[in-house]
Each structure stands twice: as structure tokens, then as C-alpha cells.
């Protein structure tokens, strides 16, 4: 899936220290040379963003001290996202949130993609987020949700509650909330939700939306280890 946002605008650091003009393979490994923001940078960020540029130092503190290089792969996303769900295993569900940001060719996320996702996801427009939401769902990204797809993710997000949750979870509880919820949103019955089909249902109640602000702790947390993990998941579902 393309990014959750545009990122174009944050290609700042594009200079080594010796002041060479790096080529766009060399920015992929920017973390060589970069080893701290300078206020220029943090001017673009906040400007592409919508963090203000002290959330961003403590954003970067957090990714950097989790992913030491500047960029993390799916299986380092994957470490970092199951340490805020403990209870359960958050690595299905984590593959499928990696799957929306935007990647380089090696398949790694650096650290302005993060933020534009972060930003997008936590505190974008309703649109926004949608559209984040159908890219989740979308696991083939075909511009279709099918019954089979948004199944799998529902599942990662039911193994990643674990069976802490009060009431406990049944092991049926994710075919039976597809089944519920599918043909609800699924308006002209054709077995594929549309984006359009989406709108149309958010519309008629959009709390769901609100439980997308949950990201802005759980992801923001990662600025702070010392900080309480939180427990309740993000109900990024329909």
C-alpha cells in the first residue's frame, strides 16, 4: 500500500557531513551519516506533520533507542509492536500495520515515514484515516475488502487481545464479527467492500474512528519506554 501520507517533503537531510550532495540510494541510508535532527529538519517534519517539533525530538528519541540504524524492517516493527501487547501475540497484526507504511526497497521504514503515517493515523482527518483503514483491510490491495480479508485481520486482532480481556474472547469471536458486520457495510451484496461502501456505513456511526486514537498512544508511546504500556488495543476494525 502507498503511505498512509505524503512524504515527499522530507527528503531534508540530503548532505553528508562533508557537505557532498548524497544521490536518492544513499538516502536510504541516511542513518550513516545523520545522527541528530538539526533545526531545519524539525521545521519540515513539523510542516508535513501534524506534530509540533518537541513531539518530534521525543518521537525520534524513542525510534531511535528502538531501531539504532534509522530504519526498522517488519520483523523489528514487529519487536517493537508486541512489546505493547503482552498479553496477547501482536506479531500477526503488526505485519498487516506494517504493510501500510511506506517502505524503501529493502523493505525497511525510515524515520520520516513513520511520522507521516503516525501523524495520518493518530491525528488525520476522518478521510484520512478511512483511507488508512481500507489499506489495513485491503491485504492484497486490489481496491476491494473481501469477507476472507478483513477475517484475517480481524483474527490478528482478536490473538493480539489475548485471553486477558475481561470478558474473555471467545475462539469463535472474530468469524462471528465478520459475519455480523460484513453485509452491513457491504451495501450492493457483490461479496467486496468498497471504499465508497466504507464511507457510507462510517457515516451512520463513526465511534469506531474515535478507537484510532489509541494509536496516538500506543505508537507515541514509543518516545518513552519508561512510560506505562498500554493494554486496551486500538479497535481499528469495522
Known sequence: MASAGK?????????SPNGKRRSEDDFDDYSTYVTRYRPEDLEKLAKCTKFNK??????????????PTGLVDEEGFKNIFTQFFP?????????????????NHQGQICFED??????????????EK???????????QDGFITKPEMLEVVEAIYQMLGRQTVPQVPDNAAVE????????????KDGAITMEELVTWVSRDDTFIQSLGMFDTVLYTCKDPS????TKVPLSQP
Open 114 to 127: 513513520f511520522l507521516v503515517s503516525l501523524s495520518t493515523i493518530s491525528r488525520g482527518s476522518t478521510q
Open 227 to 230: 512510560q506505562p504500556q498500554p
Open 177 to 188: 464479527h465478520v459475519d455480523k458486520i460484513f453485509h452491513l457495510i457491504d451495501s450492493n
Open 130 to 140: 478511512l483511507q488508512w483503514i481500507f489499506g489495513l483491510y485491503d491485504v492484497n
Open 87 to 103: 498479553q496477547g501475540d501482536a506479531t500477526g497484526y503488526a505485519h498487516y500495520v506494517f504493510n501500510t507504511f511506506k517502505h
Open 54 to 67: 518537541k513531539e518530534i525530538q521525543l518521537i525520534y528519541r524513542g525510534f531511535k533507542q528502538r531501531c
Open 7 to 15: 512524504s515527499q517533503c522530507l527528503k531534508a537531510n540530503h548532505n
